[in-house]
C-alpha cells in the first residue's frame, strides 16, 4: 500500500525545456524534496519549466505556495511555466483559493 | 572587619593546602608537583577582587617561611605567588571578561590558556630565580625545577580553582537533568574506578574519561569539578605512594603525570559541560521567544460578548515551543462584531512573523475601516503583496451585527476553507469564494451575506483540520460534517471536531490547527 504521503518526484531536463513529475501528495512534509528538484530543474537556466501534476492525488497550502513561487520566479525571470493539471478531485485547493484562474494550468494529456 | 576574616579564612585555607603540597615535594624542599594553593588564590582573587590579594601574601609566606631556605627566596617566593594569582584574576577579568561560573565555552578556555597556562609562568620564573638568589638551586636543575613549578601550579588553577569557582557561582548547585541518586551512585562509581586505576600497575587510566563525562553530561559544571576532585584526591594519594600506573617515574615526575591526566580529563570534562549548559540556554531562550511570539498571536481567551457563546482550539504541529501559522481574533468593531480565522503558509519564525503581521493588519483595518466587510481583506492582501518575498495568508472575516432573533453575518472568504452553519443540529456549508491574499496585485472576493438566527452555530477552522491525515486518507469535509451533526453550541462544536481527529489522525499531527466556533444566544 502507499501511504498516502508519498511523494515521487523525477526531474528530466532536455535542452530549453526542464520536466518536474510529481506522483503523490504535496504537503508540509514532502515540499522539501519538490524544492529540491525544482533547483535542479532550473539549474541550466531553461526557458521552459512544465510541473506535470497529473498524478498528484492531493496539494495542500505549503504546495500551493510553492506553485506561487515558482509561478513568481517564471514572471521575474521570464522563462515559462506550465502546469499539467492533475484530476479535478485534486484541483479543490486551487479553486478555493482561485489560483486556478492565475496559474498556468495545461489539461495533462 | 569582614574584610579582615576573609583575608585570614582565605590565607588558612591557602596555608593549610599548601603544607599539604609541601609534603608531597621531593626534589627541594620549595617546589613539589602538587601545589592547590595556586587555584585558590586565583578563585579568591576572581571572585573577591584583587582587594584580597594580602591573604595570598600572607598565605604564601607562612607556607614557605619553614621550608629552610634563605629568607630573600622566602620574600621572593612570596612574591611570585602574589603576582602570580593577580596577573591571573587580571588577565582573566579585564582581557577574557571571565564568568567563574564556566558556563560558557570561552570561559573554559579562558581559565586554561590565561589562568593556568600564563600566569603560572610568573610564579614559576620568580620562584626559580629567587631559589638561584638564595643558593638553594645549582643552574643545572633549573630547566626541570621551572617546569615541577609551573606544571604544579597548572594543576592547582586546573584542579582545585574550577572547583571553588563553581561551588560559588552555581545557585542551585545542580541545574543539570542528573537525579539525586544517579549523584550518589556516580560518586561511588568515580570512586571506584579511580581506586582501581590508580593503585594498580595498569596502563588503562583512560577508563576514567566516561565517568567524567556522565557527570558532565547530568551535572554539568558541578558534576565535572567534583569528580574530577574525586579522580584527584585519589590520584595523588596512590601516586605519591608509589603506587598505581605511574609508579616506576621518579617521585614528583609521576606526581606530575598523574596530575597531567587529572587536569586534562577535568578540562575535557569542564568543556564538555559547557557546551552542553550552552546549548541548553539556547534552547531555554528558543522556547521562551517562540511562547511569547505564540502568546502574541493568540487573543489570551475570547471576549464574553453578551448575547453570544463563542469557543475556540489552536493546536500548532510539532514539539511544544514551535510557532504555528494559524491563528483566530475575534473582536468589537464600529456597530458589531468581527470573527477571523487565518492561515499562513509556511513554518518556523518567519511564519510566526508573519502570523502576527496578517492578524493585527487585519484587526486594525477592520476597526478602522468598518465598511465594506471586504475592506480589511483587501488591505491585508495590499501588505502581503508589497513584501519582497512571497507572503500568502488565507483568512475568513465574518462581520456580525445583531438584529431581532440573531445576527446578520457578512462573510468574506479569502481563499480559505469554507465555514458551516450547524442549523438545528445540520451542518451546512457556506459556499463562499474569494482569492488567497498575498498572491495578486488586485483580488476577486465574493462576500456573502446570511442571517443567524439565535442557536445557530457559525463553524470556522483551517485546513490543518481537513487535511489532518489517517490511515488511507485525509480528515477532509464529510468527516467533519459528520462531527458536527447534531451541535448544538460552540463548545460542543470545538469538542466534537477535535475527538473525530483524535479518533481519525494516523502518526503524528502535520499541520497547525486552529477552530473559532460562535452563536448567538
Known amino acids: ?109 | 572587619m569582614r574584610y579582615v576574616f576573609q583575608l585570614l579564612g582565605v590565607a588558612g585555607v591557602y596555608v593549610a593546602s599548601g603544607k599539604l603540597g609541601l609534603d608531597l615535594a621531593f626534589a627541594s624542599h620549595s617546589v613539589t608537583a602538587v601545589w592547590p594553593p595556586t587555584g585558590i588564590a586565583l578563585a579568591a582573587l576572581v571572585l573577591g577582587g584583587y582587594r584580597l590579594w594580602p591573604a595570598v601574601a600572607l598565605g604564601a609566606l607562612l607556607t614557605n617561611i619553614d621550608t629552610g631556605v634563605p629568607a630573600v627566596t622566602v620574600l621572593g617566593i612570596t612574591l611570585g605567588n602574589t603576582l602570580e594569582g593577580l596577573t591571573g584574576a587580571y588577565l582573566l577579568r579585564r582581557v577574557a571578561d571571565f564568568r567563574p561560573s564556566l558556563d560558557r565555552v570561552r570561559d573554559v578556555l579562558a581559565l586554561v590558556s590565561l589562568g593556568a597556562m600564563i600566569s603560572t609562568m610568573v610564579s614559576a620564573s620568580i620562584g626559580v630565580t629567587s631559589l638561584l638568589i638564595g643558593n638553594a638551586l645549582g643552574f643545572s636543575d633549573l630547566p626541570s625545577v621551572w617546569r615541577t613549578w609551573w606544571l604544579g601550579d597548572m594543576g592547582g588553577d586546573l584542579i582545585v580553582a574550577p572547583a571553588l569557582l563553581v561551588a560559588a557561582t552555581h545557585r542551585p548547585l545542580v541545574r543539570g537533568p542528573g537525579k539525586p541518586w544517579e549523584a550518589v551512585v556516580l560518586t561511588f562509581l568515580v570512586a571506584g574506578v579511580s581506586v582501581l586505576i590508580f593503585s594498580q600497575h595498569t596502563t588503562f587510566v583512560y577508563v576514567v574519561f566516561p565517568f567524567l563525562i556522565w557527570a558532565a553530561l547530568r551535572f554539568w559544571q558541578p558534576g565535572a569539578a567534583v569528580a574530577s576532585l574525586i579522580v584527584a584526591g585519589v590520584a595523588v594519594a596512590f601516586t605519591a605512594n608509589g603506587k598505581g600506573p605511574f609508579a616506576t617515574s621518579g617521585p614528583d615526575d609521576r606526581l606530575l603525570l598523574a596530575q597531567t591526566l587529572v587536569a586534562v580529563a577535568e578540562t575535557t570534562a569542564l568543556l564538555l559541560a559547557a557546551v552542553t549548559s550552552e546549548r541548553r540556554r539556547a534552547e531555554d531562550s528558543l522556547a521562551e521567544i517562540a511562547a511569547t511570539l505564540q502568546h502574541s498571536l493568540l487573543p489570551p481567551e475570547l471576549p464574553a460578548i453578551p448575547g453570544w457563546e463563542a469557543s475556540s482550539h489552536y493546536r500548532p504541529a510539532g514539539v511544544a515551543n514551535e510557532v504555528g501559522g494559524d491563528f483566530y481574533d475575534l473582536f468589537a468593531i464600529d456597530g458589531g462584531w468581527m470573527a477571523v480565522i487565518g492561515d499562513v503558509a509556511g513554518k518556523g519564525a518567519q511564519a510566526a512573523a508573519l502570523t502576527s503581521l496578517a492578524r493585527y493588519t487585519l484587526r486594525t483595518a477592520a476597526t478602522l475601516l468598518g465598511e465594506p466587510a471586504t475592506g480589511a481583506v483587501r488591505h491585508l492582501n495590499r501588505v502581503l503583496y508589497e513584501r519582497p518575498e512571497l507572503s500568502l495568508c488565507s483568512a475568513v472575516c465574518v462581520r456580525l451585527r445583531e438584529q431581532a432573533n440573531g445576527a446578520n453575518a457578512t462573510i468574506v472568504c479569502a481563499g480559505h476553507t469554507q465555514p458551516y452553519v450547524v442549523r438545528d443540529g445540520v451542518p451546512v456549508a457556506l459556499r463562499t469564494s474569494g482569492e488567497l491574499a498575498g498572491a495578486f496585485d488586485d483580488m476577486t472576493l465574493e462576500p456573502v451575506a446570511l442571517d443567524l438566527s439565535n442557536g445557530d452555530v457559525l463553524v470556522l477552522y483551517t485546513d490543518g483540520v481537513t487535511d489532518t491525515l489517517g490511515a488511507l486518507d485525509r480528515f477532509g469535509t464529510r468527516r467533519l460534517e459528520h462531527a458536527l451533526s447534531g451541535v448544538r453550541s460552540p463548545q460542543q462544536a470545538v469538542e466534537r471536531i477535535e475527538r473525530a481527529l483524535a479518533n481519525f489522525q494516523e502518526g503524528v499531527q502535520r499541520d497547525d490547527r486552529a477552530i473559532l466556533a460562535i452563536m448567538c444566544t
Not at chain 1, 525545456?17 to 532550473?42: H, P
Not at chain 1, 500551493?64 to 499539467?84: A, V
Request: aromatic content about 4%; some cysteine; glycine content about 8%.
Open chain 1, 1 to 109: 500500500m502507499i501511504r498516502p504521503s508519498d511523494l515521487r518526484v523525477e526531474v528530466d531536463r532536455d535542452g530549453h525545456c526542464a520536466t518536474i513529475t510529481v506522483g503523490g501528495d504535496i504537503d508540509i512534509a514532502t515540499i522539501g524534496s519538490l524544492e529540491t528538484a525544482r533547483q535542479r530543474a532550473l539549474a541550466d537556466n531553461p526557458t521552459r519549466l512544465v510541473i506535470d501534476l497529473t498524478s498528484v492525488g492531493f496539494v495542500d497550502s505549503s504546495g500551493l505556495k510553492f506553485l506561487l513561487e515558482t509561478h513568481r520566479l517564471s514572471q521575474q525571470h521570464r522563462w515559462e511555466l506550465q502546469l499539467l493539471r492533475p484530476a479535478e478531485s485534486t484541483m479543490g485547493v486551487f479553486r478555493l483559493t482561485g489560483t486556478d484562474k492565475r496559474l498556468p494550468f495545461l489539461d495533462g494529456d
